[in-house]
């Protein structure tokens, strides 16, 4: 059971200020430093051991985006060993929503987040993961939640991402992804990633051919969005 969003507001641990934690205390929610750009490049490698290496984020993209916008990137630690078993990154992009169909690292800035921009309505969503040793354990949603706590202390518009459609691979041969993605939305399919943003109140914009270069997914991403409902003009 966690807590997502600030409940572990005002507490700290390992002198870092907790954003999050889970209930039993056993996981934290914190920023990210650059002593934890080796192992943020080590859990990206395990949880996506089919991007290709031109997608993957390094310790040198992760010390890059924690230079364009620290308050967006995030660690799970657990308060046993101060282990890292989980993180997201993201940044602040104004939205077109006509044209949304972008690749994934002209989105990104090359996983640099050159693209941040410090005025922009927007949280992009550009990476989640949690180490395989670990998951199932919640540290996701701890993550999601100070991701939207985040959104809402800066009165964004709310959260978009294109996601990795990762059962996509399983049903190409007899479905379009259009068809496919329909198929998750009306919950006939479920997709190990998409069934889940759909269940934490994310909805499906549209699709991206050529997002990444991902064979688990076909190079799809699916544009999804999140809207503050606490957002004020």
């Known amino acids: 059971m966690t807590t997502p969003g600030l409940a572990g507001a005002g507490r700290s641990f390992l002198g ?10 056993r996981d934290v929610v914190v920023q990210v430093r ?17 991007l290709s290496e031109d997608e993957i984020a390094t310790a040198r993209h992760f010390l890059s985006q924690q230079a364009h916008f620290p308050e967006g990137q995030l660690a ?6 101060g282990a890292l078993g989980g993180s997201s990154s993201d940044l602040r992009l104004n939205v ?3 044209h949304y169909a972008h690749p994934y690292l002209e989105e990104t800035g090359d996983n640099l987040f050159t693209t941040h921009d ?17 998951r199932g354990q919640g540290l996701a949603t701890l993550l999601y939640g100070a ?8 009165n964004l518009r709310g959260h978009v991402a294109g996601v990795m459609p990762k059962g996509y691979v399983a049903a190409a041969h007899e479905l379009p992804i259009e068809g496919y993605v329909m198929a998750v939305v009306r919950g006939e399919r479920r997709d190990p990633v998409l069934s889940v943003q759909l269940r934490r109140g994310y909805a499906v914009w549209g699709i991206i051919p050529d997002y990444l270069e ?20």
């Open 16 to 25: 870092r200020a907790v954003l999050a934690e889970r209930e039993d205390g």
């Open 34 to 50: 650059a002593d934890d750009a080796p192992a943020l490049e080590g859990v990206q490698r395990a949880c996506f051991p089919d």
């Open 76 to 81: 799970v630690l657990d308060t046993d060993m």
């Open 96 to 98: 077109d929503f006509a």
């Open 118 to 134: 410090p005025r922009g309505e927007w949280l992009y969503g550009a990476d989640i993961g949690v180490h395989p040793d670990v």
């Open 147 to 154: 991701r939207h706590d985040l959104i809402r202390r800066l």
């Open 214 to 233: 991902d064979e688990s997914c076909r190079n799809y991403g699916v544009f999804i969005v999140w809207r503050n409902p606490a957002w004020t003009p």
